[in-house]
């Protein structure tokens, strides 16, 4: 209070000045009806702009909620697109029921931590097996795929990040229908390599890379990058592909992942398989 009190005596003048200033202003706008519209006008003008910066920044603390909501609607979406179904060839057609039975299901996860720089990276997410999560399952964004869930919390889990020398995923060149293997050679994190596509086929710069019927760990068409370049090694038969990644993975907020409903039985087989041949 002294401070308040010591600060109006040195500063007198003028705070009598903007008193007096306030009441011509005041008793103007009274006694001049174009004037008091004008002061009206202004008192709105500040007024909406006020309430407009306070509604920006309740949006902004509500953002993430939001950001939450589309997240979840977006795995529900991806849930019922045709690509996370199967047909079922055995379906009788005295069943009214559809020959596509569910095959994927998604769930979305936020990234809480993430490298891109490391040679082997990794994201953390914030959902675990508490909500169903399981390893080796495949996570992707909304523009790609990202990685495979290495291990699981009940609340969180681990990633193999797609810039990982231990990522491997088989992918098709889209126009060519052929098959072959995407890995990261850990020089730029935002391309990939493919590997074992024969000399014979006509690669070129912009073909699409997707994924491939053959992983259970993403449905197939799921778009992977295209051709940036390509080249013959000397002496070999196959190119070696540089793939341009669709997901930014310095940029990840959101995830899915992907769960096949047919995985474990899929495993099972295959197992059996090798061991008989062994």
Same mark, same amino acid.
């Given at each position: 209070?002294?401070?308040? +009190?010591?600060?109006?005596?040195?500063?007198?003048?003028?705070?009598?000045?903007?008193?007096?200033?306030?009441?011509?202003?005041?008793?103007?706008?009274?006694?001049?009806?174009?004037?008091?519209?004008?002061?009206?006008?202004? =008192?709105?003008?500040?007024?909406?702009?006020?309430?407009?910066?306070?509604?920006?920044?309740?949006?902004?603390?509500?953002?993430?909620?939001?950001?939450?909501?589309?997240?979840?609607?977006?795995?529900?979406?991806?849930?019922?697109?045709? !690509?996370?179904?199967?047909?079922? =060839?055995?379906?009788?057609?005295? %069943?009214?029921?559809?020959?596509?039975?569910?095959?994927?299901?998604?769930?979305?996860?936020?990234?809480?931590?993430?490298?891109?720089?490391?040679?082997?990276?990794?994201?953390?997410?914030?959902?675990? =097996?508490?909500?169903?999560?399981?390893?080796?399952?495949?996570?992707?964004?909304?523009?790609?795929?990202?990685?495979?869930?290495?291990?699981?919390?009940?609340?969180?889990?681990?990633?193999?990040?797609?810039?990982?020398?231990?990522?491997?995923?088989?992918?098709?060149?889209?126009?060519?229908?052929?098959?072959?293997?995407?890995?990261?050679?850990?020089?730029?994190?935002? !391309?990939?390599? +493919?590997?074992?596509?024969?000399?014979?086929?006509?690669?070129?710069?912009?073909?699409?890379?997707? !994924?491939?019927?053959?992983?259970?760990?993403?449905?197939?068409?799921?778009?992977?990058?295209?051709?940036?370049?390509?080249?013959?090694?000397?002496?070999?038969?196959?190119?070696?592909?540089?793939?341009?990644?669709?997901?930014?993975?310095?940029?990840?907020?959101?995830?899915?992942? %992907?769960?096949?409903? +047919?995985?474990?039985?899929?495993?099972?087989?295959?197992?059996?398989? !090798?061991?008989?041949?062994?």
């Amino acid at each position: 209070m002294r401070r308040f +009190l010591a600060f109006l005596i040195k500063r007198h003048i003028v705070v009598l000045f903007l008193i007096l200033q306030s009441l011509a202003l005041y008793l103007s706008a009274q006694q001049n009806a174009f004037q008091k519209a004008g002061y009206i006008s202004s =008192s709105n003008y500040w007024i909406g702009t006020y309430y407009k910066f306070l509604n920006d920044a309740v949006s902004f603390v509500r953002l993430s909620t939001i950001n939450d909501s589309l997240s979840a609607e977006n795995a529900r979406l991806k849930t019922l697109l045709v !690509t996370s179904l199967r047909y079922d =060839s055995t379906t009788k057609t005295s %069943v009214i029921d559809t020959a596509l039975q569910q095959q994927f299901t998604y769930t979305w996860a936020k990234v809480v931590n993430s490298t891109a720089h490391l040679s082997a990276n990794y994201l953390i997410i914030d959902k675990g =097996s508490n909500q169903g999560i399981k390893p080796r399952s495949g996570v992707m964004t909304s523009n790609g795929i990202a990685g495979i869930v290495h291990q699981v919390s009940p609340h969180f889990s681990s990633v193999i990040s797609v810039l990982n020398p231990k990522f491997r995923l088989s992918c098709i060149i889209e126009p060519l229908n052929y098959t072959g293997v995407i890995f990261w050679d850990g020089s730029d994190y935002q !391309t990939g390599t +493919l590997n074992d596509i024969p000399r014979h086929l006509p690669v070129k710069k912009g073909m699409k890379i997707v !994924t491939s019927p053959y992983s259970n760990l993403f449905p197939s068409g799921i778009p992977v990058g295209y051709i940036s370049d390509f080249e013959l090694p000397s002496g070999s038969n196959t190119y070696k592909i540089t793939v341009k990644l669709n997901s930014d993975m310095r940029k990840l907020d959101y995830v899915y992942v %992907v769960d096949d409903l +047919l995985k474990e039985e899929r495993n099972v087989l295959e197992k059996q398989i !090798t061991e008989d041949v062994q």
